[in-house]
């Protein structure tokens, strides 16, 4: 029997399955991928912590706290800033290849949205590196890993999280999971902007979407971050640590518009006007010469060449904002855990008050290790108290299979491809960087249109092993589930606020009684936090 099942294999539940394994517990890590091709690894920037003399905790709570435009939990910013340079000497102690400075530290840079050097940063593959390290880690100590099994459904009786239903991939069939706690950290919702995101094409929002149907709360699920820099032609991410060593970013007529360090939201905003008003947006590094560049900055290198066509030290790089980061996610209490007992959640499928309306960069790799450890250990602490579970017998279990078995005798009449690739585009036209009523109604109509035709869509491979084609229609299917929620929720909030910008109520209003966190209940409710969830 399982006492922690961690659902994701990126830097929050490698973080969680390690703390849990540490506490004492049996500990299983299942994820639809294998861990190494997690969302982690496109991080590139760095991990927040205070360690230079001319920093400090306070200032890293006061920068996360302008930056989250008043929506953040204060003693949750605490938390995951004071734990900040522990985090990082545990990293150090499992062998991460952080950047050196010259005295022999981790190295550190500045970032968007603050004044000091704060980021901790592996050349700009820091959390690839981060990933790798805590796979191995994780392999050492013996956890069990169940790669390429996709989750369906969490299994709850009587308000109790029992396990998981999923589809192992290899044979195609439905089983049940059971664990005494369950951890989710799947990773968030930008797969809602496809062919808009910096984010893999597995970002799905699966274990968000599973965790609604499971009785738990979603909240703040309007605010995604559109990240400023991305390859124009594909997307790709080009690392903020490019603007922290100085890149400027300039316009057809070589104007340069904005300050580049300031929040994400503000660059992207401003970008945004500029491409609005016909003109190209580009970044320009080459001021920074090419050994500052090879040695910082190889990876920005080899994308730009290789997607962009163009060498970033001796050509601008041209770039476009898109969908990167959901602050949005799975609410959870102060332990991290949802509104269903012994199930967890961490990372960016969880909202635990740190992002509020903008993330800071470097918070998000710091997130996933600080409260991802901490997530492990309550998961741990939960399962020690209570008992053994019974997931076989579980009527979920049988729910889900019969629909998997049904799914291929849907009519296959209307291509959900053909939808996906529709939703990501007028998701990023109309729900993107700028917002307004019209627009966000319309796509809801459209999103609508598309739960209501999902039986006329099915798939046309009826094989059962490695059935690719209907693993895409069910993440399609949890892509619209939450497409609606955001929706309802950008439309909902009458004011700008971070990253959520409505032309039609451009400013961010002080006294709105909406100021707090808006959150979908499971019976599609949405309803302020403080009015009261359970």
């Not at 660059?267 to 945004?272: G, H, M, P």
């Not at 009449?413 to 529709?422: A, L, V």
Request: some cysteine.
């Amino acid at each position: 029997m399982l006492d922690v099942l961690i659902v994701g294999g990126g830097g929050a539940g490698l973080s969680a399955a390690l703390a849990a394994h540490e506490a004492g517990a049996k500990v299983a890590v299942l994820g639809k991928t294998y861990p190494t091709r997690s969302q982690t690894s496109m991080a590139q920037g760095g991990i927040n912590a205070a360690m230079q003399p001319d920093d400090s905790v306070e200032a890293h709570v006061a920068d996360t706290l302008k930056s989250a435009h008043t929506l953040a939990d204060e003693a949750m910013v605490r938390r995951l800033c004071e734990k900040a340079p522990e985090s990082i000497e545990w990293l150090e102690s499992l062998g991460t290849p952080f950047s050196r400075g010259e005295e022999g530290r981790v190295a550190q840079r500045r970032l968007g949205g603050v004044k000091a050097p704060r980021a901790c940063y592996a050349q700009d593959y820091t959390g690839l590196k981060i990933l790798h390290t805590l796979y191995d880690a994780a392999l050492k100590r013996g956890i069990e890993f169940y790669d390429e099994y996709f989750l369906l459904n969490f299994i709850v009786e009587e308000g109790r999280v029992l396990g998981v239903t999923a589809i192992e991939m290899r044979s195609g069939e439905v089983k049940a999971i059971g664990a005494k706690s369950v951890v989710v950290a799947s990773g968030g919702y930008g797969g809602l902007y496809r062919g808009f995101t910096t984010n893999s094409t597995a970002t799905t929002g699966d274990g968000v979407a599973a965790a609604i149907r499971a009785g738990c709360v979603l909240s703040d699920m309007e605010f995604i971050q559109f990240h400023p820099t991305a390859l124009k032609s594909s997307g790709i991410l080009i690392s903020e640590s490019a603007r922290g060593a100085g890149g400027r970013l300039l316009n057809g007529k070589g104007e340069h518009f904005v300050d580049e360090l300031l929040t994400r939201d503000q660059v992207a905003k401003a970008i945004w006007e500029q491409l609005e008003a016909g003109e190209e947006v580009f970044l320009d590094i080459r001021h920074l010469g090419e050994a500052f560049i090879e040695e910082n900055l190889p990876q920005e290198r080899k994308l730009a060449r290789l997607y962009e066509g163009v060498d970033p030290v001796c050509d601008l790089i041209p770039i476009k904002p898109v969908a990167h980061y959901t602050m949005g996610g799975i609410d959870v209490d102060a332990d991290h855990m949802t509104k269903v007992a012994g199930l967890f959640a961490c990372g960016e499928c969880a909202n635990a008050k740190v992002h509020g309306a903008n993330r800071l960069g470097g918070n998000s790799l710091l997130e996933t290790v600080v409260f991802g450890r901490e997530a492990g250990a309550n998961a741990c602490r939960f399962a020690q108290s209570h008992g053994d579970v019974d997931a076989q017998k579980a009527e979920q279990l049988q729910k889900d299979r019969a629909f998997v078995a049904a799914v291929p005798h849907f009519t296959n009449q209307i291509d959900f491809y053909e939808k996906r690739e529709f939703l990501g585009k007028i998701f990023y036209r109309n729900a993107g960087i700028v917002r307004n009523e019209m627009g966000l109604k319309g796509v809801l109509s459209v999103v609508r249109q598309m739960q209501r035709e999902l039986p006329f869509m099915g798939i046309a491979d009826k094989s059962r092993e490695f059935n690719t084609n209907l693993l895409e229609f069910i993440e399609f299917g949890n892509m619209v589930e939450l497409a609606e929620v955001a929706l309802v929720c950008m439309i909902s909030r009458n004011e700008s606020r971070g990253a959520h910008q409505r032309e039609d109520h451009p400013k961010e209003i002080a006294d709105y009684d909406g100021v707090h966190s808006l959150s979908w209940k499971h019976d599609g409710t949405l309803c302020n936090e403080f009015e009261g969830l359970a």
